[in-house]
């Protein structure tokens, strides 16, 4: 059973930067590519981040320059480095693997809040 565990969150003032961390186990993480997605009240869950089983990242064009993704495969864990946060930044951010999409597992995912 795949289990994600999301940290790093809190509250910051716009210009700020953040850095979640997420832990997933209980699959083959180094095969499986990582996202990160997150939900702002009232929206649709969507895609923020992606990083291949080599590495390769990908962003979504609202956050591209700004956020960094990361994975380090020996301890499971994947990374999110925000910096120059703004108020839109403001969301539920939650971590995946291809398996936990797959099984539509979720984790609890963790609130960040950028003041304006």
């Known amino acids: 059973q795949v289990q994600l565990v999301e940290s790093g969150g809190g509250l910051v003032q716009s210009g700020g930067a953040l850095r979640l961390s997420c832990h997933i186990s209980?699959?083959?993480?180094?095969?499986?590519?990582m996202y990160w997605y997150r939900q702002a009240p009232g929206k649709q869950r969507e895609l923020v981040a992606q990083?291949?089983?080599?590495?390769?990242?990908n962003y979504a064009d609202s956050v591209k320059g700004r956020f960094t993704i990361s994975r380090a495969n020996t301890r499971e864990m994947v990374y999110l480095q925000m910096n120059n946060l703004k108020p839109d930044d403001t969301a539920v951010y939650y971590c995946?693997?291809?398996?936990?999409?797959?099984?539509?597992?979720w984790g609890p995912g963790t609130q960040v809040t950028v003041s304006s």
């Open positions: 995946n693997s291809d398996l936990g999409l797959a099984r539509a597992y």
């Open positions: 990083i291949d089983t080599g590495g390769l990242p």
């Open positions: 209980g699959s083959a993480f180094s095969a499986y590519r």
